[in-house]
């Protein structure tokens, strides 16, 4: 099989933040045999491989040297039906929104709160995506996924995932697996999850009664976009940092200096405490040295300003981390992967 591998190829297009380096070599494919073929190439001329999908969650700090392989495979479609519930199933390279509307267009429940949110749908189960008090673990069904170590395509059920806060197995063991599809499991007749603020008080202005889906992710769509800067026009990886977890006594402990902090009960006893809540009182929120800074809306979004390298994008991390750790003695964990 024929692969177009370009060489020397700019990054620039391929990652949200905007970040221009090269990739030593570049290939998208569209198929599981073409992503054999791709490795089958790679292990032979002994070079490294890099994976990529929207690359909306990477922060690409030097050139990629091997080979780079961009997840482009399409296709969506009903695996099973219920009365009561329906499984889809997609292609890695499927766009995430493009596939949450494509479920509201079937009429189901499920995947409303997390409308909006960039990247592929191959790159969903490892970070375990999240807004709105919704995780995809609570809609997963399976997944197919290229084991590299053993060349074997095996079937994770959630289970297998060992998902936790923007957290999985293939984020744990990065490189060994190749997410091919994604199943999801969604509801003929849902109820609408609107408990996370500032989505309830959305809601409650709209005065509807009855559960619309449609309603609930046009709703997150717009709050998103008055906070979240459009990767297109300014270069963002979404959010930076994670929630950081405390314990009850650490929140205890801050909240005799600081009543007002964000937080929320975790199944485990812990508690989520907000991060762009503690950058912002930090004084960071809206910050800007040259090409990176931090976005005016949302203090948990790092901005390229145009030309800014990846390097300079982790300085600033490293910074607002320190700072926070001084300031609250909360330890601040990024989301996105370094490449390079």
Known sequence: MMLAVREQADLRSYNTLGITEQAERLVEIGSDRELLAALATAQAGGWP???LGGGSNVVVSGP????VIAMRSRGRRVVQRTADRVVIEGE???NWHDLVNWSLDLGLFGLENLSLIPGTLGAAPVQNIGAYGVELQEVFHSLDALDRDTG??????????????????????????????????LQRHGRVRVDYAPLDS????????????????????RIRRSKLPDPAVLGNAGSFFKNPLVSPAQLEALQASYPGIPHYAQPDGRYKVAAGWLIDQAGWKGWREGPVGVHAMQALVLVNHGGARGEDILSLARRIGEDVAQRFGVTLEMEPQRLG
Not at 216 to 221: I, K, N, R, S
């Open 49 to 51: 491989v890099t994976i």
């Open 202 to 221: 959305a809601w409650a202005d709209t005065g509807l009664r009855r559960a619309d889906a449609r309603v609930v992710a046009a709703l997150v769509c």
């Open 92 to 94: 890695a390279g499927e």
């Open 64 to 67: 990629l040297s091997g080979l």
């Open 152 to 185: 074997q395509i095996l079937r994770f059920e959630c289970a297998d995932c060992r998902f936790a806060y923007r957290d999985s197995i293939f984020k744990q063991r990065p490189g060994r697996y190749v997410i091919l599809r994604v199943r999801l499991v």
